[in-house]
């Protein structure tokens, strides 16, 4: 499986971005697609979900309503739009594919922690 994150980059506060990240080696229309962050000095964090299906989302409560999470599955790609960006949003966001298929969202932010698949992140700079 290989994950590749694109999209981040350095923005002002209350500024956007959009975040993909690609997949291959994988049946990506069956698998559910997370999203995760770590900022400097703490451990890493769920931020969104999206079941295989696209269906379904869940979300990190601190974050609904700011970011969504989408999906492609004829592009193999799963999307993070992030809005009203805050300083405390600066950090490596990574994309995870679940560890089965036909996962639901919430269980991927329950067992983050077994997750083998995981792309190499890219950085998201928000200044004050």
């Known amino acids: 499986v290989q994950l590749v994150e694109s999209g981040g980059g350095s923005v002002q506060a209350g500024g956007s971005l959009r975040l993909s990240c690609a997949a291959s080696?994988?049946?990506?229309?069956?698998?559910?697609m997370g999203w995760f962050r770590q900022a400097p000095g703490k451990e890493r964090e769920f931020v969104a979900a999206?079941?295989?299906?696209?269906?379904?989302?869940h979300y990190a409560d601190s974050l609904e309503g700011r970011f969504t999470i989408s999906r492609d599955n004829a592009k193999r790609t799963v999307y993070l739009q992030m809005n009203s960006l805050e300083p405390e949003d600066t950090a490596v966001y990574y994309c995870?594919?679940?560890?089965?298929?036909?996962?639901?969202?919430?269980?991927?932010?329950?067992?983050?922690?077994?997750?083998?698949?995981w792309g190499q992140g890219t950085r998201v700079t928000v200044t004050s």
């Open positions: 080696g994988l049946t990506f229309s069956l698998y559910t």
């Open positions: 999206i079941k295989w299906s696209g269906l379904i989302t």
């Open positions: 995870a594919a679940d560890r089965s298929p036909y996962g639901t969202a919430q269980a991927m932010e329950m067992g983050s922690a077994t997750l083998t698949s």
